[in-house]
């Protein structure tokens, strides 16, 4: 479908912007988010109080693509 081509094109520019902004070459888009989280130095933080790093923002971002492309493979 339509909605699954964009968001397979999405996946691909933020795994480029992401990698390029952290400097990671990246082997694939599924384990990007693994490498990731091996570079984070503190814990991951939710809800009230707490200010999520740049990195968690990317971490989480790449996770809902992810799961996405996932649901759409599926159907």
């Given at each position: 479908?339509?909605?699954?081509?964009?968001?397979?094109?999405?996946?691909?520019?933020?795994v480029?912007?992401?990698?390029?902004?952290?400097?990671?070459?990246?082997?694939?888009?599924?384990k990007?988010?693994?490498t990731?989280?091996?570079?984070?130095?503190?814990?991951f933080?939710?809800?009230?109080?707490n200010?999520?790093?740049?990195?968690?923002r990317?971490?989480?971002?790449?996770?809902?693509?992810?799961?996405?492309?996932?649901?759409?493979?599926?159907?």
């Open positions: 479908t339509k909605y699954e081509v964009r968001l397979l094109e999405r996946l691909e520019t933020v480029q912007e992401i990698s390029n902004q952290h400097g990671i070459l990246p082997s694939s888009a599924e990007l988010p693994e990731l989280e091996q570079q984070m130095t503190g814990p933080v939710h809800g009230r109080g200010r999520k790093s740049q990195l968690q990317d971490i989480e971002k790449l996770r809902e693509l992810l799961e996405r492309k996932v649901k759409y493979s599926v159907y």
